[in-house]
């Protein structure tokens, strides 16, 4: 058992160093290395007479993340549009597509009435500038204030809370997705994979 944790520990090591680039990599490892020596430590710690225990602790914890493998849909068709308008704007984010998402956002912006004045607000921060760097920022905002929307409007399926530790220099920014791939829009092809699922959103 020892073995298999450590296995894993340092898989996960190789897998945070080559996700987010070298400028964050000593950091990393040191934090890594770490984990690694504490997962060590509380196995030789573990009670010989109940050598099960850290599997079930293991199992328990991974039920927090529930994932619903039906297709994704919402209550209405509202909803929906609210879902496939933001996914458009992430889409064109990821290809660093300025033009595009001041487009997108805009056809966002416009299906919200004043019963959702806060998220009509934050879409058009993101449709009034052609600024990457300012839509990426709005966009961050945006998907904080949506995940309640969602939440409330999924009817099947899952949408995968997605989090880049080095976005909006190192502040750190949420997306959501539709898929458990990371496709990072606020780096695009600079760094497309770095970022992690840190919950879902599930009926």
């Known amino acids: ?5 450590k296995l894993v520990g340092i ?3 190789a897998l945070s160093i080559t996700s987010c680039g070298n400028d964050k990599k000593n950091e990393t490892e040191n934090d890594s290395l770490e984990s690694v020596i504490s997962v060590e430590n509380e196995v030789a710690n573990e009670p010989m007479g109940n050598p099960g225990q850290k599997e079930l602790e293991t ?8 994932i619903d493998k039906a297709a994704l849909s919402f209550k209405n068709s509202a909803s929906k549009g609210v879902w496939d308008a933001y ?7 990821i290809a660093s597509d300025a033009e595009k998402t001041k487009q997108q956002a805009a056809n ?31 966009f961050s905002q945006f998907s904080n204030a949506v995940q309640a929307y969602f939440r409330k409007n999924i009817n099947a399926g899952t949408l995968y809370k997605q989090h880049c530790p080095m976005a909006l220099n190192g502040k750190g920014a ?10 990072n829009p606020y780096y695009g092809d600079k760094m497309m994979n770095c970022g992690s699922v ?6």
């Open 1 to 5: 058992m020892k073995n298999t944790i």
């Open 11 to 13: 898989a996960a090591i």
């Open 59 to 66: 199992s328990n914890r991974s039920t927090e993340m529930r």
């Open 87 to 93: 996914n458009s704007v992430r889409v064109a984010l």
């Open 108 to 138: 966002l912006a416009i299906i919200f009435d004043e019963s959702n004045a806060k998220l009509k607000s934050a879409a058009e921060a993101i449709a009034i500038t052609e600024d990457l760097d300012a839509q990426r920022k709005a």
């Open 174 to 183: 949420d997306w959501l997705s539709n898929e458990s791939t990371i496709e």
């Open 198 to 203: 840190t919950a879902t959103i599930t009926k």
